[in-house]
C-alpha cells in the first residue's frame, strides 16, 4: 500500500474517534463522521485535488471546532501544514453566533488557497445536506438563510477550483441567491 493510503487511514482513524460521539442534525442522527469524510471526498472526486496535507485537513477540518482537539495536538501528529489548514478553516466559538459567521465572510478572502479549497467543499456537502433533508428544528426561512451567508463566503473564495465553484454556483442559483 503506497505511503499517502497509510497516512490518510491515520487520519480518518484520528478523525473518527475524536468525532466518535457526535452525529449530524438529521432526523436519522447520521453519525457526524460522514460529514468530514464526504468534504474529503468532494475535494478529491469532484475537484481533482491529490495534495494530501489538503485531503488530511479536510478529514479533520471540524476537530479543533467541534471536538476536545488542540490545534498543537494536530501539529504533533500530522504536521505543521496540516494544522495551519485545519486553524484557517477553524471559527472562534468563543465569539457569539452573529460575529462568528461575520467573521467567516470577512476572512474568506484572505485565506490560503488550501484552506479555500476545504472550506468550498464544507460549504457544497452542507449545501447538499440541506437539499437531503432539513436539520430537526430549522424553518425553511433558517434553510434560506444559511444559502444565502454561505453565498455571501463563497463569493470570497471564487478562483480557487472551477468544478466546485461550478456545482456551487449551480445551488445558489435553484435558491435564487446571486453569487
Ligand atoms: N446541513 C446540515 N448541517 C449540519 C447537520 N448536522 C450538523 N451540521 C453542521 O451545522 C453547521 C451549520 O449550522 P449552523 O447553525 O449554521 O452552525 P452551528 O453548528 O455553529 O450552530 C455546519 O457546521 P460546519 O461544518 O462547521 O460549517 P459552517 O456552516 O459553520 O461553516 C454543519 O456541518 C445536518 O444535518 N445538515
Ligand atoms: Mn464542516
Given at each position: 500500500?503506497?505511503?499517502?493510503?497509510?497516512?490518510?487511514?491515520?487520519?480518518?482513524?484520528?478523525?473518527?474517534?475524536?468525532?466518535?460521539?457526535?452525529?449530524?442534525?438529521?432526523?436519522?442522527?447520521?453519525?457526524?463522521?460522514?460529514?468530514?469524510?464526504?468534504?474529503?471526498?468532494?475535494?478529491?472526486?469532484?475537484?481533482?485535488?491529490?495534495?494530501?496535507?489538503?485531503?488530511?485537513?479536510?478529514?479533520?477540518?471540524?476537530?479543533?471546532?467541534?471536538?476536545?482537539?488542540?490545534?498543537?495536538?494536530?501539529?504533533?501528529?500530522?504536521?505543521?501544514?496540516?494544522?495551519?489548514?485545519?486553524?484557517?478553516?477553524?471559527?472562534?466559538?468563543?465569539?457569539?453566533?452573529?460575529?462568528?459567521?461575520?467573521?467567516?465572510?470577512?476572512?474568506?478572502?484572505?485565506?490560503?488557497?488550501?484552506?479555500?479549497?476545504?472550506?468550498?467543499?464544507?460549504?457544497?456537502?452542507?449545501?447538499?445536506?440541506?437539499?437531503?433533508?432539513?436539520?430537526?428544528?430549522?424553518?425553511?426561512?433558517?434553510?434560506?438563510?444559511?444559502?444565502?451567508?454561505?453565498?455571501?463566503?463563497?463569493?470570497?473564495?471564487?478562483?480557487?477550483n472551477p468544478a466546485l465553484e461550478r456545482h456551487l454556483e449551480e445551488l445558489f442559483k435553484q435558491r435564487g441567491v446571486e453569487l
Open positions: 500500500m503506497s505511503s499517502e493510503s497509510v497516512i490518510l487511514l491515520e487520519t480518518v482513524n484520528f478523525a473518527a474517534e475524536k468525532h466518535r460521539n457526535q452525529r449530524r442534525k438529521d432526523a436519522e442522527q447520521t453519525p457526524y463522521i460522514n460529514h468530514p469524510i464526504g468534504v474529503a471526498r468532494i475535494l478529491s472526486h469532484e475537484g481533482g485535488i491529490t495534495d494530501i496535507e489538503v485531503l488530511q485537513a479536510a478529514l479533520l477540518h471540524d476537530t479543533v471546532e467541534d471536538t476536545d482537539t488542540s490545534i498543537g495536538e494536530l501539529q504533533a501528529i500530522f504536521g505543521q501544514t496540516v494544522a495551519r489548514i485545519v486553524q484557517e478553516v477553524t471559527d472562534n466559538k468563543a465569539l457569539p453566533k452573529q460575529e462568528r459567521k461575520r467573521q467567516q465572510v470577512a476572512h474568506a478572502p484572505h485565506s490560503s488557497h488550501q484552506a479555500k479549497l476545504v472550506k468550498l467543499a464544507d460549504k457544497l456537502y452542507n449545501l447538499r445536506d440541506l437539499n437531503r433533508c432539513t436539520p430537526t428544528g430549522w424553518s425553511a426561512e433558517r434553510v434560506q438563510e444559511y444559502f444565502v451567508w454561505s453565498a455571501q463566503v463563497v463569493r470570497g473564495l471564487r478562483g480557487t
